[in-house]
């Protein structure tokens, strides 16, 4: 009697393991189809299109890459259609597998799977009719804060316009553009020191002498001027420099108390990079050329910075991106997000940071161009005052305005 038992149980489990784990009233949604467009903006924006079969769409973005609608449409499409868009953690793994080989551990693989993977986000939360923060937890704040890039603010776009480019990255426009910003309600304005000076030097070094380290600073202190208190300040050096230089810099910015320096190692050696955090008295950020949780541990691990900036559409996506705050919060370090997006990485960024507690803000980087909320169609401004209110719509809680996208749209 006890072997008939053990014999009918073994077979019913088997049975059940055999069996393609399903829902009880079967899976949501199919795929069936995946595509790009590309919105020609001050970066190539590259819209994903995830469709379904109960006429949902997912709408994502992957970050501005040459190959990225190949990779997508050639070999993501085959794997990805019919499938559950609702599952997407196991979907980002298939996808990732069926590119082993080929770019799914960093590069344009990664970014390709990316913008697919917040696509997949959108379409789940419409399809479950859920905002996507509350399918990654829930949140923790309201609204998240957005700090303005303005290397390519109005005064030194207007003033190149008008052929003056020698005076563009003259520190009077830097304080011009951060005055501008400020105005416009953003408490953290960014700018680029990598930029000439109106000397001739040699770049592929990665050395900067006394002059040039002075035009940085000069440039730091018009804008300090300027605005004050009235916003932190943070500066961008873009993996331009050597140890000596980077630290020579960082030191001449010492007095500045400026919110963070950005990349100013090449973005490879955590070695370098954690000796230079140690030498100078600075908040130090980098990130953006960073894959997925693997490439930033053994920042994390390391301590070897303060602030973390990964990219969601290019890192990984959503879930990665919320995966490695959540490595960085074990060793108290917050999330600035790089973001040159459109308005959907911005919102799919935005989720990210309503859901993590160590977040900062997040980089709004087209203040230069003026239709950048028209791809929207709300009726009030996305960015407001420099912060963003979480959408609470289901799925990115944003749509795009079809019309909008056409005109801008780039073959």
């Keep these: 009697m006890y072997e008939d038992f053990a014999s009918k149980l073994a077979?019913?489990?088997?049975?059940?393991?055999?069996?393609?784990?399903?829902?009880?009233?079967?899976?949501?949604?199919?795929?069936?189809?995946?595509?790009?467009?590309?919105?020609?903006?001050?970066?190539?924006?590259?819209?994903?299109?995830?469709?379904?079969?109960?006429?949902?769409?997912?709408?994502?973005?992957?970050?501005?890459?040459?190959?990225?609608?190949?990779?997508?449409?050639?070999?993501?499409?085959?794997?990805?259609?019919?499938?559950?868009?609702?599952?997407?953690?196991?979907?980002?793994?298939?996808?990732?597998?069926?590119?082993?080989?080929?770019?799914?551990?960093?590069?344009?693989?990664?970014?390709?799977?990316?913008?697919?993977?917040?696509?997949?986000?959108?379409?789940?939360?419409?399809?479950?009719?859920?905002?996507?923060?509350?399918?990654?937890?829930?949140?923790?704040?309201?609204?998240?804060?957005?700090?303005?890039?303005?290397?390519?603010?109005?005064?030194?776009?207007?003033?190149?316009?008008?052929?003056?480019?020698?005076?563009?990255?003259?520190?009077?426009?830097y304080a011009k553009a951060a005055r501008a910003a400020v105005e416009d309600g953003f408490d953290i304005v960014k700018f680029d020191l990598d930029v000439p000076s109106g000397r001739e030097i040699d770049t592929l070094s990665r050395h900067f002498d006394p002059a040039e380290i002075d035009h940085k600073e000069r440039v730091v202190a018009a804008v300090m001027e300027e605005i004050g208190d009235d916003a932190e300040i943070a500066v961008d050096l873009h993996w331009n420099f050597s140890p000596e230089t980077a630290e020579r810099l960082c030191r001449a910015l010492e007095p500045y108390d400026l919110a963070w320096i950005e990349d100013p190692l090449p973005p490879e050696n955590t070695d370098a990079m954690r000796e230079l955090k140690r030498r100078v008295n600075a908040t130090i950020l980098t990130g953006e050329n960073r894959y997925g949780r693997h490439g930033f541990r053994d920042l994390i691990e390391d301590q070897a910075v303060d602030f973390l900036a990964p990219d969601v559409p290019k890192t990984g996506g959503i879930a990665e991106t919320k995966k490695i705050a959540d490595m960085a919060e074990a060793y108290y370090q917050a999330l600035v997000p790089h973001n040159i997006g459109s308005p959907v990485a911005t919102a799919a960024t935005a989720h990210v940071g309503a859901t993590v507690p160590n977040f900062v803000a997040l980089e709004y980087h087209a203040r230069e161009v003026p239709w950048w909320e028209d791809l929207l169609a709300r009726e009030t401004d996305f960015i407001q005052n420099g912060r963003i209110q979480i959408p609470d719509s289901p799925g990115l809680g944003i749509e795009l305005d079809w019309d909008v996208v056409e005109q801008h749209r780039k073959e």
């Design 11 to 173: 077979a019913t489990m088997w049975a059940d393991f055999d069996e393609t784990p399903r829902r009880a009233d079967g899976p949501p949604a199919e795929i069936t189809d995946l595509n790009t467009m590309v919105i020609d903006g001050n970066f190539p924006w590259t819209i994903v299109t995830v469709e379904t079969d109960k006429g949902v769409t997912g709408i994502g973005e992957a970050y501005p890459s040459p190959g990225v609608h190949e990779i997508i449409t050639d070999y993501l499409r085959p794997v990805l259609v019919g499938e559950n868009p609702t599952d997407v953690e196991r979907l980002y793994n298939l996808m990732r597998e069926s590119l082993s080989g080929r770019g799914s551990q960093e590069g344009v693989g990664t970014i390709a799977i990316s913008g697919v993977e917040l696509a997949l986000w959108d379409a789940t939360g419409k399809l479950l009719d859920q905002p996507v923060y509350q399918l990654l937890g829930g949140k923790v704040r309201e609204e998240v804060a957005v700090y303005a890039d303005c290397h390519a603010g109005e005064a030194m776009v207007e003033s190149a316009k008008e052929g003056q480019e020698e005076e563009t990255y003259e520190p009077e426009a």
